[in-house]
């Protein structure tokens, strides 16, 4: 492993150093114009008066060339670096919006590999018959290329259709070596820049990432993925996901799914209604992902969407999805429902309680930020509304005041832009507030019967007695309100942390919110 992260430092120096050495010789080549024409440097990428304009000539051009060298650069780099564009192309607070544009550009910039690269890795995984576990495998052309792996058509005994994911050959340790080296350049960055590391933990950042790409270099972690995605899709009739036939470290067997990606399909041939159910099908489905599974497709964009007339539409590809832990969904809840309803000042004071406040945030700069932003973008329809867009807008706000964000931002922000560009693609008169403000209810209902759960009132339980331990007064309070029955919870309006003196906002208690459970149970069990 030690000699394949050398090797791959090597390059990464390499490919890193010719995109400065470019950057310099761009440079002088216009320090050098801006003296024969006599003008000042910075226009010098200008045309001189009277000659024609050459194509990608002035600072726009400049900044074009600029952004596709970082983009040549990152796909040279191979797949790690591949997906790390996707996810800058989503952060405003990190990447120009030149660069961005052009990032936007990896996802359909790979190359493919002739289908004899990929026999030793079939025989591999499947032993040296592969070739009887199928009828007939379509090597021509791939179904599919992805930066870790190809897809073929393949018939299995019997004429069933089915699809074959392989992975690409010594791409897991070359992605491991990228990661480890990444790991180290953070550590570096927290060292030399700390206020910056300070708002935007890169390390963290990065351990997200990793974590959701892990099933992509073993595909028996996608095929759980998938198994788990299909028990939470079953409610939305209008979507599902491939069934998992086999299932190896670098070979996944899994059904055709029915259509074509939603990136190509005519609108024309489905009915309005079977297209709006789909989109409205797939938001559900996400937000239920986020908010109650805390289990989402962190890569949902529209080549990953298949749909056919008639029959329900695919969800595949479950080799990145993210994790959300149950504070930070909690958390993210109310901050889609403050955009819903057009409430700028609760998105900036959600936002500021999900991330961090540094001793230099400016709380009530941003509340006026988001008091501006929001009424802009809360009542438009996806014809209109880039909810990915609008979610790194946030996030280049945040962090220019100085409020941290969480780490999983980064993929959720992926997870957000690429859902928007599917439903778009499918019914973009849908209207993103007005489908999750109907979703909400169930939402709320599924999250109160977790709250209720076994195991659920059993934490709740031990973090009401540790409440009674550390506040007698207030719990002999509310117990005794519980016993008249007359329980009543204030949670009041969380202040600022301007108004706090650079503290955190409040929040109420996790002892308060169980022994209010506590208390809905003892009111239901003596009305009985």
Known sequence: MASVVGDRLRLVVKVLGSLVVDEVGQATRLRRRARQDGRPPAEAGDAPAGAPAEPGAGAAGAEQRRAKA??????????????????????????????????????????????SVFEPVLA???????????????????????????????TLPGGRPAVVKIQRPGIREGVLADMALMRRASRIVARVAPRFNEVIDIEAMLGSVFDAMEPELDFTGEAHNMDEAREHIRPFRSLEVPRVLHAGPRVLVQSLAAGTSVRHIERGHFTDSERIEIGKDLLRFMYHGYFVHRFFHADPHAGNVFAAPGAPATVIDWGMVGRLDRRT????????????????????????????????????????????FVPKVSHLSLEDLNFGVSLTTVLAKATKRGIGSPPAVSLLGKSFANLDGSVRCLAPEITLPEVFQGEVPKILFALG????GRNQFARN??????????????????????????????????????????QRPTRPSGGLLALGALAVLLSRRRSR
């Open 70 to 115: 970082v983009r040549q650069a990152l796909e040279s780099l191979g797949p790690f670096y591949v997906k790390l564009g996707q996810i800058l192309s989503t952060r405003p607070d990190m990447v120009p919006q030149s660069i961005r544009d052009e990032l936007q550009n990896l996802h359909d910039q790979v190359d493919i590999q002739p289908f």
């Open 449 to 452: 019967r977790e709250f209720l």
């Open 124 to 154: 591999r995984d499947l032993g040296p018959d592969w070739k009887l576990r199928f009828d007939d495998v379509h090597t021509v052309a791939p179904l599919g290329a992805a930066s870790l792996a190809q897809v073929y058509r393949v």
């Open 329 to 372: 969904s909690l958390q993210l809840l109310p901050l889609f429902m403050t955009l819903a309803q057009n409430d700028g000042a609760g998105l900036a004071q959600h936002w500021a309680e999900m991330g961090r406040m540094t001793p230099w945030s400016n709380m009530p700069a941003f509340t006026a930020d988001m008091a501006a």
């Open 461 to 502: 339980t031990m973090e009401a007695m540790l409440a009674a331990v550390t506040s007698p007064e207030q719990v002999r309070g509310v117990l005794a309100d519980i016993a008249n029955r007359q329980f009543a919870l204030n949670i009041h309006e969380p202040r600022t942390t301007a108004a706090m003196g650079g």
